[in-house]
């Protein structure tokens, strides 16, 4: 961290979790960090009332992700924090990286949907810093040991709310079940995705994107205590994981500050009690979302974004009561087979991604006829 000033910090999603969370690191931390913009969804008295405590000018405040690129575009952000929700963020994702600035990357879907256009995009290693829990997890731990020595990444997963029922029990959970999750507050969708461990598996596609590691050797665990984030085995058969308490505000300041680290973000484990942690094999006959996300990821192209919008589509349908849960996984599959790719630009992905909600919307009608 240089001592000359502090990082000047976009955030985007300003007024959503990850938003609210960074700003209270932020808060705590103002020697290190000057917020010189902010952009939001629809919260306009939210964010407004966060530019004030920061003494944040409201022009300095945009909402809608358009006006979240033009806002990191016009800047000399050090780090954009993206912390919007869902695939719309891609276009402000490769506004931060066109920018040069450091991208600490809470918005999953537009690396996923992105793909190549997001890595490709890069001007620097590492310029992407990942937020999401697991993969700050993976990027701490590979810091270990050099990239040819990596024989495997573990992404553990809580197992969500339906952890241990069989498939069959599973056409019977109500929407209300599926989102009361055990361990994480999250919003309707990703807290679905839990359920089904679709997020598991987009955040299979993910690491494979962040971190360069072929498919095959990226494997699920099921750690429901969710302690340690993730892991990595080393080809000597050393295996390092990174242990915390869940709790987003580490990952967080550490997309913020990479590489320091910011002292007494939060309280660490309390190895003065007892503490049992499990590891369980991943049931892949009862929750598939994982493999065909593998496979997905394998197909490349335009393919994320087909199976990312298909889900969100599916998922909203559950939450209507129009298909079971695991409905949702067999609307993906119909709808990623159907998908031919038409080459990989910002325009293709965002028309590979109309064209599966349109698709994904019809599948739905005739299950419901």
């Known amino acids: 961290m240089s001592a000359e000033r502090p990082r000047r910090v976009i955030l985007l999603g300003s007024t959503g979790s990850i938003g609210t969370q960074a700003l209270e690191v932020i808060h705590r931390n103002r020697d290190r960090f000057e917020v010189i913009g902010l952009a939001a969804g629809s919260n306009r008295e939210l964010a407004h009332a966060q530019a004030d405590k920061l003494g944040l000018a409201h022009t300095s405040v945009v909402f809608g992700a358009a006006d979240a690129a033009r806002l990191v575009r016009g800047s000399d952000a050090d780090v954009v924090l993206n912390g919007i929700t869902g695939s719309v963020g891609l276009e402000p994702t490769l506004a931060a990286l066109e920018s040069g600035a450091t991208l600490a990357l809470a918005n999953k879907e537009s690396l996923i949907v992105g793909g190549e256009l997001v890595v490709g995009a890069q001007q620097r ?205 067999g609307v993906i599959a119909h709808v990623v087979d159907a998908h031919t790719p038409q080459g990989m630009s910002l325009e293709a992905v965002l028309e590979a991604e109309r064209w599966a909600r349109e698709i994904a919307e019809d599948v739905i009608s005739a299950q419901r006829s």
């Open 125 to 329: 290693p590492h310029q992407i810093v990942p937020v999401d829990s697991e993969h700050s997890a993976l990027a701490q731990a590979l810091m270990a040991g050099a990239p040819s020595e990596v024989a495997k990444l573990i992404v553990t997963a809580s197992g969500g709310p339906f952890r241990g029922r069989s498939t069959e029990s599973l056409a019977l959970v109500t929407p209300r079940e599926a989102l009361a999750h055990p361990t994480w507050d999250m919003g309707l969708v990703v807290t679905t995705n839990s359920a089904t461990l679709v997020n598991k598996g987009l955040e299979v596609i993910e690491a494979h994107l962040l971190f360069g590691v072929a498919f095959r050797d990226i494997e699920v665990t099921v750690h429901p205590q969710s302690v340690v984030h993730s892991l990595v085995e080393f080809h000597d058969g050393s295996t390092l994981a990174q242990a915390s308490p869940p709790d987003m505000r580490l990952p967080i300041a550490w997309g913020l500050s990479w590489p320091d680290r910011i002292p007494g973000v939060m309280p660490g484990i309390d190895w003065t009690t007892s503490h049992t942690w499990t590891f369980d094999p991943l049931d892949e006959v009862a929750f598939p979302a994982v493999s065909m996300a593998k496979a997905v990821g394998e197909r490349g192209e335009t393919f994320p974004a087909v199976f990312n919008a298909a889900n969100e589509q599916a998922v909203y349908a559950f939450h209507r009561e129009e298909i079971s849960l695991p409905d949702i996984i």
